[in-house]
């Protein structure tokens, strides 16, 4: 076990009789790891988390995995809308898209992997219950986003990540542009949208809740790409995302 450094936060509340089931990774957003402890652990921003992940690799535990730590807000995943009391959050130190987002240290994700598989056995976590913020909340977060490495993670054994064909390499795509030098590649919005209600009925099995607003599938989509298509994060369905949410739905 590796060593955790004890920082009590005053912010928690009591979990009742609920099992822990879920494990959620943020990024701190903030300037440094001692902004982030300051307000995790200050009772007026009555916010916190059960632990904190610095770049160096440094653990900190602010909360108590018995309680209830407040870090998820208002949030949803497979049918539960009260996710700080059925999981355990972890914040990981980085500026995040306001101050600077940048990829996150080796020695970090180490420390990430190490401390995800005590909490996954000590709490019998299934991997699709391995989650970021912005799959719980995509209508308001965006974190830990598409530089924090999910797919070498589920190689460690925490988490899921979608075995799909070859086709997809990179150089086929362009961030923040078209997605394929083939159009054809691309699913128009007219296929996912309200007219075509299987992939919102696919998003929910694997999830995610469709926020009950005009921009609400797009949102998903972004969260769903952040998470398992991080090469090109846009909101545009296309084939690729189709194949990669089949391949998730097959593990589950």
């Not at 009742?16 to 903030?30: E, Q």
């Not at 730590?69 to 809308?81: D, P, V």
Request: charged share 20%.
């Amino acid at each position: 076990m590796f060593p955790v450094i004890y920082l009590p936060s005053p912010n928690f509340s009591a979990r009742g009789d609920a099992a822990v089931s879920m494990l959620v990774l943020h990024y701190t957003g903030m300037k440094s790891a001692a902004d982030a402890l300051a307000r995790l652990c200050d009772v007026q921003a009555q916010v916190s988390a059960h632990y904190v992940i610095d770049e160096d690799g440094k653990v900190y535990q602010l909360v108590e995995e018995q309680h209830c730590a407040w870090h998820a807000g208002a949030s949803y995943w497979r049918g539960n809308k009260n996710v700080n009391n059925i999981s355990i959050g972890i914040e990981i130190v980085n500026p995040g898209y306001e101050f600077g987002y940048r990829p996150f240290p080796a020695v970090q994700m180490q420390a990430v992997a190490g401390l995800c598989s005590d909490i996954i056995a000590r709490h019998q976590i299934q991997p699709v219950n391995v989650v970021g913020h912005s799959d719980v909340a995509p209508l308001r977060k965006e974190d830990p986003g598409e530089l924090f490495d999910w797919q070498w993670l589920a190689g460690q054994g925490i988490g899921v990540w979608p075995s799909v064909s070859g086709q997809w390499q990179e150089g086929t795509r362009a961030r923040g542009g078209v997605l394929y030098d083939d159009p054809a590649g691309e699913i128009s919005r007219s296929e996912i949208g309200g007219d075509a209600p299987p992939i919102n009925n696919k998003f929910v099995t694997l999830g995610y809740e469709i926020p009950d607003r005009e921009d609400g599938l797009n949102k998903v989509i972004t969260a769903f790409q952040r998470h398992f298509r991080p090469s090109a994060v846009n909101g545009v369905w296309d084939a690729e995302c189709d194949e990669r949410l089949a391949a998730l739905l097959a593990m589950i």
